[in-house]
């Protein structure tokens, strides 16, 4: 009897989703239809937040069948899919298109256009926060706030954003450059002349987080074999530094830092409650049939989770107090830029947008350590993906990394031998807007570490297209600006009609060639034009959306006069509009930085040791050695274009691309192109 109620509560239940899904998508057709934009019908919704569990099973099955019944749904489905269709899915619907679904239309955007209407449209396109609550276990902040909240978040963590605090960038940027490459030299089977490095990301990521722990929190981290300088630590930040955890701490500052930037989904998948409870390891054993030995199952990697939250929660309370007591001792601006300082200050006394009379209730404790966890985690992830990659790509185009360094030369000749003595902003203005500002964009246009943006509309929404078409995109409708597939949008880049690498693609958008954004460039001729940005419309910011002092929109950013200026929403790597990244200034100083000091002393080439040893490499000829690198080069793209992956940004999660780093003229493939 049991079973038979049970047998029928399931059919029933299966019934109601069936039929509620039928009604759902009915009403979603006839939504897309209306909108005017071309559309197709897919089953699931790519960001439902049940289908990113349900892909790792449905998706392999979806992907098996005959194509006339998946295409071009399936193509669509796969969370990552900007990053593996690149363009193609807009060659053939348009620059933006819809997707039907039973919960809802998803509108897709590469578009520079809509999208720049869409980003400043803040109040009609707003952030869905709720896919963000994986970053707001330290508590809620900039990225995981809306409305009001958001406006004060933003406004008081816009404080520590000057050109103050990028010259302490610029300059701890430059010694953990140096440092880096000192601890490159020192591992094993390395020397200062030649060092093979199998992954560049952990050490990017490492050189990442030293640069915001101390130039953001005033906490200085060291590279294994790096010596303390004396006085460089103030009293109270020595457990910070430590390599060994001290008083109650099981884990280092650092230690944590990497266990929780590494294994935060875990945060997302389980509670706070349920993590706890695996500190007991014996529910996370079973006994071994065969020998008896206890084994862990795959959740025990639960109770590092954990012990990494515990003890950065710890850290961030005892850096808090610290900041604390320099305020009041009139302290806190000895180090320029602190990312503490204007967030404890506001949770006392600032006074709230929306009523000048009374102090913020926006900005508690909880605010300030959520904003510093993500200020940690945006700000060293991101720029160590930019690091990772285009040290990759300069290997890859031998020939552009020759150009950089003939550059580098011209431009640092005039400025001190030593790189801690560039001066800022000088040396930064005139290295970002030159061939190595070229390079960065080009890597940022290629691999853009958050590949989709996602905005949901609030209300029914008019947008005109590129063409002038008005279109009406019904309310809630959920849209990602797809970065991989804008940036590769042929409307918006100088591009020519062959590629250097595939003659069989329409055009040279997926291949590294940094000549696209040098102005008038006598080695790069585009085939095609793109419309002047300074025919495009540009939306005025709302009042009430704050942007840095130094710069006004994302183009002045990461363009110049000496640059190609792509029309705005063509180039995203920190979003578009009020809600871009506060820390792209941050970012980009840090970039110039890291490979200026890197590329003015070593040349980067691809590992090519699985096809030739070498000692017999050395005894080749340029024929031999253009086809073993050919060999090496055709992998890494594969890598590159196939095998990223990552749940927040994109990275190497498979094979990865060794490199082999040696001193400017000890290069094995100088002479290649």
């Keep these: 009897m049991f079973g038979l109620l049970c047998a029928t509560a399931f059919a029933a239940s299966l019934a109601w989703f069936m039929v509620s899904a039928a009604i759902g998508l009915r009403k979603n057709v006839k939504a897309a239809k209306e909108s005017g934009l071309q559309w197709f019908v897919a089953p699931h919704f790519v960001s439902d937040m049940t289908w990113l569990p349900l892909s790792f099973v449905l998706l392999p099955i979806y992907r098996s069948l005959p194509s006339a019944w998946k295409d071009p749904w399936v193509r669509v489905l796969d969370p990552l899919w900007s990053y593996r269709e690149s363009f193609s899915l807009f060659a053939k619907y348009g620059d933006t298109f819809l997707v039907a679904t039973p919960s809802g239309c998803y509108m897709a955007n590469a578009s520079p256009t809509v999208i720049h209407q869409v980003a400043t449209r803040r109040t009609e396109w707003v952030k869905p926060i709720e896919h963000y609550s994986v970053v707001e276990h330290f508590g809620p902040n900039v990225v995981t706030t809306e409305g009001s909240t958001w406006r004060d978040h933003r406004r008081v963590s816009n404080a520590s954003f000057n050109e103050r605090s990028n010259a302490v960038v610029w300059k701890e940027s430059i010694h953990q450059a140096t440092q880096m490459a000192k601890a490159w030299g020192r591992r094993p089977g390395n ?11 952990p050490d ?13 929190f005033g906490v200085k981290l060291l590279w294994p074999g790096e010596e303390q300088v004396d006085g460089e630590l103030e009293d109270g930040y020595e457990k910070f530094s430590s390599h060994q955890a001290m008083g109650k701490h099981t884990m280092t500052f650092e230690e944590s830092l990497h266990t929780m930037l590494r294994d935060f989904v875990w945060m997302g998948v389980f509670s706070l409650s349920t993590l706890s409870a695996s500190l007991n390891e014996a529910a996370f054993e079973f006994s071994n049939a065969n020998n008896g030995e206890p084994e862990k199952l795959p959740f025990r990697r639960t109770k590092v989770v954990w012990e990494g939250y515990t003890n950065l929660n710890t850290y961030l309370h005892e850096l808090l107090d610290l900041k604390k007591a320099a305020i009041a001792a009139g302290l806190a601006e000895k180090d320029a830029l602190d990312l503490m300082v204007p967030l ?6 600032f006074p709230s947008a929306h009523n000048p009379s009374k102090a913020s209730t926006a900005i508690g404790t909880p605010q300030i350590l959520g904003n510093a966890f993500i ?3 945006a700000g060293h992830e991101t720029t160590a993906n930019s690091i990772t990659f285009l040290l990759i790509f300069l290997a890859l185009n031998l020939p552009a990394q020759r150009r950089l360094q003939k550059t580098l030369d011209n431009l640092l000749s005039s400025l001190p031998s030593n790189p801690s003595d560039w001066p800022y902003p000088s040396a930064f203005n005139k290295l970002g807007n030159s061939y190595l500002g070229a390079c960065i964009n080009e890597q940022l246009r290629l691999i853009t570490s958050v590949v989709m943006v996602p905005k949901r509309s609030v209300s029914p929404q008019t947008l005109v297209l590129d063409n002038g078409k008005v279109v009406k995109v019904p309310a809630n409708t959920f849209q990602h600006f797809c970065a991989q597939s804008v940036h590769r949008n042929p409307n918006a880049w100088p591009h020519t009609k062959t590629s250097i690498r595939k003659p069989e693609k329409a055009n040279d958008l997926d291949d590294f060639i940094p000549e696209r954004w040098i102005l008038q460039d006598e080695t790069y001729h585009p085939s095609t034009s793109t419309s002047s940005p300074s025919n495009s419309t540009k939306a ?3 009042n009430d959306d704050p942007l840095p002092e130094h710069a006004t929109t994302i183009e002045e950013l990461e363009s110049s006069s000496s640059l190609f200026r792509p029309a705005p929403g063509a180039f995203i790597p920190f979003s578009d509009g009020p809600r871009a990244c506060l820390g792209r200034r941050f970012a980009m100083v840090e970039l110039v930085a890291v490979i200026a000091t890197l ?3 070593y040349s980067v080439e691809l590992d090519t040791r699985e096809w030739v040893s070498e000692q017999d490499l050395r005894g080749m000829g340029k024929e031999e050695k253009k086809r073993v690198y050919g060999l090496a080069r055709e992998r890494a793209w594969e890598v590159l274009e196939k095998e990223l992956g990552g749940l927040v940004t994109l990275q190497c999660i498979g094979r990865k691309v060794g490199l082999r780093v040696c001193r400017r003229g ?3 493939f100088g002479d290649l192109d």
């Design 375 to 377: 200020f940690l985690f």
């Design 540 to 542: 005025t910011p709302n």
């Design 666 to 668: 000890g290069e094995m």
């Design 344 to 349: 404890i200050t506001a949770s006392e006394s």
């Design 204 to 216: 990017a990521a490492t050189t990442s987080l030293h640069i915001i722990s101390r130039s953001g």
């Design 599 to 601: 590329m003015r002393e």
């Design 191 to 201: 020397s200062k002349e030649l060092m093979w490095i199998g992954d560049v990301y």
